[in-house]
């Protein structure tokens, strides 16, 4: 019981400052479009990520529902039994009444889960330019990237912090320039507002290809997590945009494609991928031209295809608790606008030919931590680490990390109960040196200092699905 009741107090913890819309209201059937030869539109105001370190505070941001959005899955929640408190600017489920958070942790584990995620904000570049500006703000190597293809990245400040994490797809189709890339939801105005400035300076060059940016908001977004995943989703009998059969074991981690799904009017742009560490699946669902509520249709065609044995709905305490086991940041905690991906041990999401050439927003900074200073380079002092806590008191957010003469050396940025190992697991950021595995150092829980241990992460184990010769 003192494990549920701690997963408990760590879901109500996830990104409460982010609501931040005036009124509440459904999400609309709206797109922003922006070319770089058009007027720059008004440019909107910056939300700024931060971490509220008042538990109390939080715990009170999380119980209102004032000026909020909703999913287009919101009624359906509701009728599910789903306890809905405000999160990145959305009502959201944070689990339903069916399954406690540790139980539909373990159920995602162990069958399936299907994870609401249509507060994220999906959008597409397109235009001779479009893989040039990516390349501009990220660290990615978007022309080299084959198409159909995704992988993780981060919107960039000049000063090489983390304006958001995000998942880049290759969507280009010969000559034609194509991406799709998905944000963060409590980043909405932030995003839209550093994606509009980057736009406004990449047209003061006139020597910059047309570019054309769009935001999908009246797209659902449904991630269907979990060993069973593939076998829910072939029960939906998938066809190609062709409509020839499709066996999705086709589709590795990494790959996508548009597939018809529940007789959907159009075809829904399928990821296999997620943020939980298990195989599954990252559907995008288009709106329909009918006014069906295609989301909802998908979902319900899910968990019918699966039955209650295999797959059930799941919330954001799962989510937190599963991502944290795989090793996964959340934005606004492990990961904010003073972080580099460096610091944060993403220097892989750092193209092979990025390394070299340079030329996007922080590089200057970004190469010369990937060098310690013996090397010619600045290195980095802190660093992000996985910590196992070998106490029954669980480390929290905000606790200090210190050595064995008590000096502070770090900060936990994310702690819960392992559902999966039975341990109290963390991460957080450390002194540059005592960042490797099986240091042991101490976490001020409660006024005492527990014992920890540094730990590589993933915590738990990935099994994505990269082909029948692979397995698991």
């Known amino acids: 019981m003192a494990t549920r009741r701690a997963i408990s107090r760590a879901a109500t913890r996830i990104q409460h400052a982010r609501a931040t819309v005036p009124t509440v209201h459904s999400v609309k059937s709206t797109r922003t479009f922006v070319t770089a030869h058009q007027p720059r539109p008004a440019r909107q105001s910056a939300l700024i990520c931060k971490r509220q370190e008042d538990a109390h505070q939080q715990t009170r941001n999380y119980a209102s529902s004032a000026g909020v959005s909703k999913t287009q899955l919101y009624d359906f929640h509701v009728s599910k039994g789903g306890k809905m408190v405000p ?9 339903y009444s069916d399954l406690s958070i540790v139980d539909s942790h373990h159920w995602t584990r162990e069958k399936a889960s299907i994870f609401d995620v249509s507060h994220m904000l999906q959008h597409e570049l397109t235009g001779p330019g479009a893989a040039n500006f990516l390349a501009s703000i990220t660290p990615s190597s978007p022309k080299t990237t084959k198409p159909f293809h995704s992988g993780l990245s981060a919107l960039l400040h000049p000063t090489g912090g983390i304006v958001d994490d995000t998942i880049i797809t290759n969507l280009s189709s010969g000559w034609k320039e194509r991406y799709y890339f998905v944000t963060n939801a409590g980043c909405r105005d932030k995003d839209l507002a550093f994606i509009q400035d980057s736009i406004h300076k990449w047209r003061e060059d006139g020597q910059n290809g047309e570019i054309q940016w769009t935001t999908f908001t009246d797209y ?13 989703l072939k029960s939906l009998k998938p066809t190609t945009a ?10 590795h981690f990494g790959q996508c494609k548009y597939l018809h799904l529940a007789d959907i009017d159009q075809p829904c742009l399928v990821s296999r991928g997620g943020y939980t560490g298990e195989d599954g699946f990252e559907i995008s669902v288009p709106s329909s031209s009918s006014g069906a509520n295609n989301t909802l249709k998908l979902t319900e065609a899910l968990l019918q295809a699966g039955g209650e044995s295999k797959v059930r ?10 991502r944290l086991e795989a090793g996964m940041c959340l934005y606004g905690h492990d ?5 580099t991906p460096v610091e944060a041990g993403l220097s892989w999401i750092i193209a092979k030919d990025r390394r070299e050439a340079g030329g996007f927003n922080g590089s ?10 013996k090397d010619g380079g600045s290195g980095v002092t802190r660093r992000r680490v996985g910590l196992i806590i070998n106490d029954k008191a669980p480390a929290r957010e905000g606790a200090t990390i210190t050595n064995e003469d008590g000096e502070e050396i770090g900060t936990i940025t994310s702690g819960c109960p392992s559902p999966t190992l039975g341990k109290n697991i963390a991460m957080g950021y450390i002194k540059s040196g005592m960042h490797k595995a099986g240091t ?16 590589k992460m993933p915590f738990v184990p990935s099994k994505y699905w990269k082909g029948l010769s692979a397995g698991l």
């Not at 999160?87 to 689990?95: A, E, I, K, N, S």
């Not at 990961?335 to 972080?339: F, K, L, N, S």
């Open 335 to 339: 990961i904010d606008d003073t972080t």
């Open 313 to 322: 709905l799941a919330g954001l305490g799962a989510r937190d608790s599963l």
């Open 440 to 455: 042991e150092v101490s976490v001020v829980v409660r006024n005492k200092a527990r014992k920890a241990t540094v730990s």
């Open 220 to 232: 659902g977004l449904v991630a269907l997590q979990g060993p069973l995943s593939a076998e829910i």
């Open 87 to 95: 999160f990145g600017g959305f009502l959201m489920p944070l689990q």
């Open 364 to 373: 200057d900074t970004i190469l010369s931590q990937l060098k310690s200073k």
């Open 242 to 251: 062709e409509k020839e059969p499709f066996n999705v074991d086709e589709l």
